[in-house]
């Protein structure tokens, strides 16, 4: 049954037989990959609906070793027994079936668990879509691979570490992407089917420099500290408890501001903390970050995509696509529109925390909030070049800098027939480190100048440009590269003329990305 999957993972010390390492041959030789992944099934995993499964299964997807194995782990079909036990190989199909992540009924083939492609990882993890009768668990079910554990593998830094935190670690995803750039990494979470799973990926993928340690949040890692720490906590502002990877309590912040909290005392100097979530009133959070950090000065980034309304957030939260009469959507949608309501929440956004400790600094707190597209793609360069540039900044050291526009940065501007221009849009193409700009036309003239040729700081200071080229540097428009000739440390402004930080505004248009809501399909 169901109950067991992974059972034998309940035990820390557990060995698996060697047929889990040929499993995961098998799958990489079928190309079980992301890029793959995605290039079969026309999309990432994280887009498909559960409408698009018996489509793709019978119409879209041919026949092929990638192709069935997809049809078992993505969407839900059963194949032959015979067909199952090639593909898997004979040791693998068999643990598998011990394990009980597969079932097998005359001579038909179906998967208990999906497997999710994360660049070369799998993650296994519950079913997305709990569509089916036999798929209702007794325990509290792994999350899916969603837009936000995706988002938070394209976001989160990965700088070379000793050691490396993941609270919140369901399937364990996060974790054993951060085991690529730390010598040990400990993950956690308050569901023991969590840590079974998480500790058969960290065994399927062969990384064995992860513990996975049940319990909540910093308490089984009392005595530790660490270099960084990922976040993907239940953020949802809901009206329920019931789902534990996904209720936050009425706002969502119960389990975030906690995290954040306890995240000063856990993290040693210049670590960093990186967080996706759900944010209420987007626009109250680098003051709410400083409210609830206890420890020295903090740099960070605060990154935005779409607000969604009352109704654009309960409608999607309170629907389900099968077996779901209208009157009882009607029930459940009102459930979501109050508790909204009764949380006095505004709009709720969805983003990344990225904060980086600075004391050694001394100086105070500076966070920058900006948008993006959540992103599919990895942005976490682009994320970590930003921070390093604001935690120069509180050092005045952006001086050994020289700036020239983001690289693929385009202009689109609307005119009108006599020529007169409406409006500058600045954008960068399937980038979702960007969204699009208006800018006022200094602005626009300063970036040309520095498209033809590099600013430094020290001249911008000279012409009193540098509020416009930090606005532009908060932004990611502007980026600062190292000057050959920098010396270690050179002062490039008065401390006066730094701060007060950036007061001038440019204009940032929303991303249309939310993440598809599924919860409800897990009722
Ligand atoms: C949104 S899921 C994230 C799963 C995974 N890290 C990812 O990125 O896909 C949140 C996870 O947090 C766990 N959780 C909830 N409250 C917790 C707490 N207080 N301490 C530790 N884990 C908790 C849930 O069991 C769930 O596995």
Redesign the pocket.
Known sequence: GTLSTFAAYADADYVAPSGIHKLRGRLREAGYVESEVCERLGKNPQELEPTDLPYLDRFALGSGDLEDLLRLFQLRAAIGEDRARSLLGAEGYEFLLDQGAISSEGGLVLARVDLFPVGELVVATDHRYQVLESDKLSE?P??Y??L??VG?VNTAPRVDVESHL??????G??ALVAASYSDFVIG????PR?IRFARFNADLNEIDHVDFRL???YEPVANEQFDSITA????VPSPNESL???DGGRNGEA?LSCIVQGAGEKLRANGRLSI?TDLVDPDQYIEKISNWWSGGAICGLILTTADRDEALFSVPHARAPFGQSYEEYSEELSRWVNSYRSASLGTVNFGYILLQENSEAGVENHIVQRVVSSPMDPIYDQARELVNLLVFDTEDNLGRFEFTPAPGLRVQTERRLDGSTLKNEILVPDNPWFTRYRLEANLLGLLEEAGASPLSWVNLGERGLVQQARALVEKGLLVGRLRQDAPPAVCGLPRAEVWPPCRIVIDELATKTTPTCVSNYLQ
């Open positions: 509290d792994v999350m691979l969603g936000d554990s938070l993941d609270l919140c670690t369901g399937s995803v996060q956690v979470d308050l569901n969590a319990g909540n949040l993907n906590p239940p953020f534990g990877f996904r389990i996706v």
